[in-house]
């Protein structure tokens, strides 16, 4: 079963300091997406990506955000200045339009 | 604004009993719904999804889809233990490969 790839598993960071986020998708799939879900709360949507730009984000993804594929098969979301509420679980999902596949996470604590 | 709703929960069953989970949603043109588990502190794994109205079955697994109540359930069918976990329902409004919308999530408890 193929699978989604995110590292690192969990990061502490200060706050304002800068993160990214990694994300190998499966490679025939051509849509990415970055979720997070804070401790107890829903999975909330970020933003899509698609044929190298975003294709929609949401209201949380503010100028603080930004997400790239820099190299054709990494994706990454980059946080610049890292905020207490920016502490929760990141999830990439990628899809060719048969169901979303996401990765196994990672855990940002910020402190 | 586009929303899922679920039950939180949790719903307790015993094992070897039919699990029912419900979800509705708000928005007539949704197109795609799936269903996720999640265990704790782990990603949501997709178990399935579902596009047109009536059922679909798979394994132990069988979703409905009712498009005209806007209502969405999965059933398990012969539960176990190992079915423990939340539940989160999710849509896919507008078509395409459009974002996904979750639902809270019903946490779902198999007792032996």
């Known amino acids: 079963e193929p699978e989604v790839t995110q590292t690192p598993s969990h990061q502490v960071t200060q706050m304002g300091q800068e993160v990214i986020l990694r994300c190998v998708p499966i490679s025939n799939h051509l849509y990415f997406y970055w979720y997070r879900q804070i401790l107890g709360q829903k999975v909330e949507f970020l933003v899509s990506f698609y044929n190298n730009e975003i294709s929609e984000k949401s209201e949380i993804f503010d100028d603080q955000f930004s997400v790239e594929r820099p190299d054709g098969s990494n994706f990454t979301l980059k946080i610049r200045s890292t905020k207490l509420e920016d502490s929760a679980m990141y999830f990439c999902?990628?899809?060719?339009?048969?169901?979303?596949?996401f990765g196994s996470g990672t855990r940002l604590t910020v402190v | 604004q586009k929303e899922v709703e679920q039950n939180s929960g949790p719903l307790s069953v015993p094992e070897g009993a039919i699990a029912s989970l419900n979800c509705t949603y708000s928005d007539r043109g949704s197109q795609s719904f799936f269903w996720y588990r999640q265990y704790s502190g782990k990603s949501p794994e997709l178990i399935m999804s579902i596009y047109s109205n009536g059922d679909k079955e798979d394994g132990r697994f069988t979703a409905q889809l009712n498009k005209a109540s806007q209502y969405v359930s999965l059933l398990i069918r012969d539960s176990q233990p190992s079915d423990s976990a939340t539940y989160l329902c999710a849509g896919s409004f507008s078509g395409g490969y459009n974002k996904l919308i979750f639902g809270a999530g019903t946490r779902l408890a198999v007792h032996p």
């Open positions: 999902a990628t899809t060719r339009g048969d169901g979303y596949t």
